[in-house]
């Protein structure tokens, strides 16, 4: 009799989502467990998807007329065994609290996107890379197994050898394989605290390439930023960073992550009008590129803000004002990489595209399932959300796909199922597997429904 | 310092668990499902390097093994501090609340609590210097036809609280007793609230500080208490009126 009530009750509640780029926003019912069995009834109730920290530029974690099922107040550690480098964590955990945790043990993940209030759950589902992913590969490399629910198989614990298939699609299954609960995570040893950052400058995306090409192999990481102004001469200006982790003493407990506001999806469309625009950004380069070179060529920094370079400097995002930005991240085969680069620059500049800023990384991996990976060169575009940019941006679709490259599903709120189709090989493999665990398509999310998957 | 910790897996009951923990306090959980106390426990071993023991219990069904509470708070060398963050609302809880829904509601916001206090008070007696924490709601100073039994067993509770404060009055046990507002936990959520919700954590933060100083009845947030004050003042023929 008692014993039939549920408890407690899975109360939701809605609220208006936005994808991180601004260019999708809906709303919806959610809630936000603390508990085991309100995410079970939660699953078991209607079509849901789970929610990170919200950080991804496509609605992957909301939409569709999905409960959002927010996982941020599961974030305990399960598990951590230093000495054989292992930790397991509830999936909200974010980057920044596993970090505290095991900093000062002189581990990290060696795996760590761009801002730290991601959680693990949402590195999983959208199998992101770090500063290094030529060195470092992606996410699931640091993955040893999962626990995820499904409404039909229950609560399984997975991984290379247990359900792999069920494994390897979680890894970049942008959560509709199931929830994850918690995941296992392989450290690596952190020799300090403190990174050493060389800059060196270029005038041309093609110098940037070769200096990364150059640097990336003997550094613990290198990238480039390029002035995004679509003029003849300054396109393609910037500096080539070149990052090392010294040995060098541990933070003290308690003094790992510094105090910063936490930008989230909602708060970066603070200001109503964009201040970025083609004078603004010029400008901002210019001054850019005149302070870097007023400091000096080698620089040390606390290894949190060379992790984490938009944590303490949000306003970045918050200049994009409401409507946003685009963003636009493509990767493409390493013998493919000049001429696109050549192509692009031809592209931006006869567009004029309001490009911001542009950037160059190196890449390894398998080109598998949907899954933002392979060997090949990494380029990211930042443009002023408008119709002029979401033009240019199908300019880029096509670039894309004349150079076999892949664009990042996660990176862009617009980008087209037949887009995903023609660039990733997987695509059909995924749908198929996907259509054969979920027929109901219980997890889905506006990402989903748009990429007809 | 041990401390008990009832309905601990949580809401309010984890943050105090948490804010315990950093304060380096063994602790003692009590909570329905042993998958959350067991995930809580781990947690808080490993972050502060706390003991934590753990005791699965329904507590708002048969009220039975009760016993064990004594033999695992022993396991910690016995109580200093006994805190009941524990409760519950049920969705429709107006006049047609069926017997069960309503029996489960008292045990678990009123009765619980009265049980599990009976069973470890003759051990917080024999400590030097012991605190017992309730809480309760300010939806007890004046019930309404949407929160019928649950601002019952919340009054009922405060009452108790009086009397067992006068029953500990020249013992070294400390009785205390918050008032709570609107607090963004589990049991607020999905409901529309007139004032904002509080952060549970900064309660918790609050209740560990004031552990064994502060007794009698507390409010949090402290505006409450002219919520509070003021809510049987209100003619009728307004109240009704309210959405709260």
Redesign the interface.
Known sequence: ?????R???T???TASFHSFDGGFVERAAF????????VEAAVASRPVIARGGGYSYAAASFGSGSLVLDMTRLD?????EPAKSLVEV?AGMRLEQLLA?TAPRGLILPVQPGYPAITVGGCVAANVHGKNPQREGTFRQSVVDLTLLHPRLGTLRIDHEHEPDLFELTCGGYGLTGIILAATLRLEPLAGWTASLERVPIETLAEGLAGVRERTGSASFAYTWHEGTPAPGVFGRGFVYVGQLPEGPLPPRGEVVPRYRHLTAASRRRFVVPLWGKATSRLFGASFRAAEGMRAVQREMPLFDALFPFARRGEYFLLYGRRGLAEYQSLVPHEAASDFLRDLEREVLRARAPVVMASIKLFRGEKRLLRFEGDGVCVTLNLVRSAEALRFLEVLDRLTLEFSGLPHIVKDSRLPAGVVARSYPGYAEFLEKRRALDPGRTFRSELSTRLEL | MTAVVVGA???LG?ELAEALAAAGHDLFVVS??V??LE??A??LR??HGVRVVVLALDL??ELGGLDRLKRAAAELGGPDALLLPIG????ADDATLGR??A??LVRTNFLSVTAVVAELLPELRRRPRASIVGFGSVAASRARGTNMAYSASKRALQTWFEGLRHACAGTTVRVSFYVLGYLDT?LA???RTLLPRADPARLAERVVRDLGRLEGVLYYPRAWRLVGAALPLVPFFIFKRLKL
């Open positions: 009799m008692a014993s039939s009530i408890l407690p009750a109360a939701s509640e809630c936000r467990p603390d508990r085991y069995r309100t305990r550690v399960l598990r951590f509830e945790l | 897996s949580a809401g984890r329905s499902d998958r959350d995930a809580l781990s947690d490993i972050r708002g069904g519950w609302t049920a969705a069960d829904v029996e489960r589990s959520f999905g409901r």
